[in-house]
């Protein structure tokens, strides 16, 4: 269904976007971060401690 598949693609968008601002304001916050530090420290923030140190546990822990 076309009405569905539109608003799941609205859906995506909108996640994205707040993911876009999650990362700018701990850029913001941690202006020595790299891009890949930023992202880091974006999904810590986004899994939590306990599935993040799993999922990659030689991943930085970086404050978000």
């Known amino acids: 269904?076309?009405?569905v598949e539109g608003e799941m693609?609205?859906?995506?968008?909108?996640?994205e976007e707040v993911f876009a601002v999650t990362r700018a304001g701990i850029a913001a916050r941690h202006p020595d971060y790299s891009p890949?530090?930023?992202?880091?420290a974006?999904?810590?923030?986004?899994?939590?401690?306990?599935l993040f140190t799993r999922a990659w546990p030689?991943?930085?822990?970086?404050?978000?």
Do not use: M, T
């Open 42 to 50: 974006e999904l810590r923030l986004r899994h939590g401690d306990d």
């Open 1 to 3: 269904d076309l009405e």
């Open 9 to 15: 693609h609205g859906a995506a968008a909108l996640s």
């Open 58 to 64: 030689r991943a930085p822990r970086l404050a978000p």
């Open 36 to 40: 890949d530090e930023v992202r880091w």
